[in-house]
């Protein structure tokens, strides 16, 4: 966009027109994902890992989700039903939206561009207007920032990125629409980012771990309240790898984002066991969104897998290891492992497999864990 239609943009805003700008290819193949499967079949590795990003931040923006993990970490949610929590999910009265979907998240501007030269795009942000813990008529808005991370390990601290987002949030509150204006700070909201991380190491699996502001006195006692220092918390979320998902009457949250984020299992069998277990219904866009998050996932995985033993058969072959007998190690050596419950270092033992083949079995069974 030029300067010239930036500024002829800005000025029919303030008008109070309505502005619809051109949606990207991308956005356009997404919203016609039904009809058009250009993304799930033929875009290359990178395209097709951005489009199952995005589709994956749609599954995420339902209601019926979000709610469930907003209950399950936030304490001021802790008391209240799936369905009041819905209820206070963009549920602004001075703001009046006609949505076809009412189970859709609308959200707000994620482009956040308050300190120039440094923007972020989040995933997900809205508000929620949560009552009051006395019980009084007033409404405590709250920022909700939801990021799904699929790679886990960026080369940097996911930590200290959830940190940094949430001080953005913050910041952004100064002087805005939903914010406040000059200094009147007692009027900032309060700002929960929160994590999803569904790829990980083994020891993340399971784990569920907030940061927040906590105040400590080094000498004489005394207490601020603690809203004026409760502003932000970060909440990093670690799904394990495998469930029993039929036994045991209490599912967790976790569980819940397993069956709702995992690669292995089918897009049938997700609905099945949110309906179930969770006693989520499905829309029909949620439906198309679950379904085809798993035809992507499945391409990305299929497509990693080839590419990861084409680069072991060529490290094979400049070791001078022929193709057919790398092949063959790697085979034996899974049927192996399946079949006999035992690891692959055992496995190898057994197979009797040359030195000079093993580092590379390790390799690529390690990539399909």
């Known amino acids: 966009m030029s300067v010239e239609q930036s500024n002829l943009l800005n000025e029919e805003m303030k008008k109070g027109k309505k502005i619809f700008l051109r949606p990207s290819i991308l956005d356009t193949a997404i919203v016609n994902r039904p009809k058009n499967m250009i993304l799930g079949e033929s875009l290359v590795t990178m395209e097709k890992t951005k489009a199952y990003d995005h589709i994956c931040k749609l599954v995420l923006s339902n209601k019926p989700v979000v709610s469930r993990i907003m209950k399950r970490v936030m304490k001021e949610c802790k008391d209240m039903t799936v369905d009041e929590i819905v209820n206070c999910i963009e549920n602004d009265p001075q703001v009046i939206a006609i949505v076809k979907d009412h189970d859709q998240i609308i959200g707000m501007n994620v482009e956040d561009e308050c300190i120039i030269g440094a923007p972020i795009r989040y995933d997900v942000l809205f508000k929620a207007n949560l009552p009051t813990a006395d019980g009084g008529t007033e409404c405590v808005g709250i920022f909700m920032n939801f990021e799904i991370q699929i790679d886990d390990n960026p080369g940097y601290s996911l930590v200290r990125r959830g940190i940094y987002y949430t001080c953005r949030i913050l910041a952004r509150q100064k002087n805005a629409a939903d914010g406040f204006e000059n200094s009147n700070f007692n009027d900032i909201q309060k700002v929960y980012s929160i994590w999803i991380c569904p790829v990980h190491k083994k020891e993340k699996n399971d784990v569920i771990n907030i940061y927040h502001i906590e105040e400590k006195c080094l000498k004489k ?149």
């Open 221 to 369: 006692e005394w207490h601020c309240p603690q809203k004026d220092y409760d502003l932000m918390e970060l909440i990093m979320l670690y799904p394990g790898t495998q469930y029993d998902y039929d036994q045991g009457e209490k599912h967790g949250l976790l569980e819940m984002l397993n069956i709702l984020f995992t690669m292995k299992i089918s897009a049938e069998e997700k609905k099945r066991l949110l309906e179930k277990n969770y006693g989520i219904i499905m829309t029909k866009n949620m439906d198309e969104e679950v379904e085809y998050m798993c035809n992507l996932s499945e391409g990305i995985l299929k497509q990693g897998l080839e590419q990861g033993l084409e680069q072991g058969i060529e490290i094979g072959k400049a070791q001078g290891i022929q193709e057919g007998e790398l092949i063959s190690a790697i085979k034996l050596t899974k049927n192996l492992i399946k079949s006999s419950k035992i690891d692959v270092y055992k496995a190898m033992a057994l197979l009797d497999l040359p030195q000079d083949i093993r580092k590379i079995v390790i390799e690529e069974i390690n990539k399909e864990k």
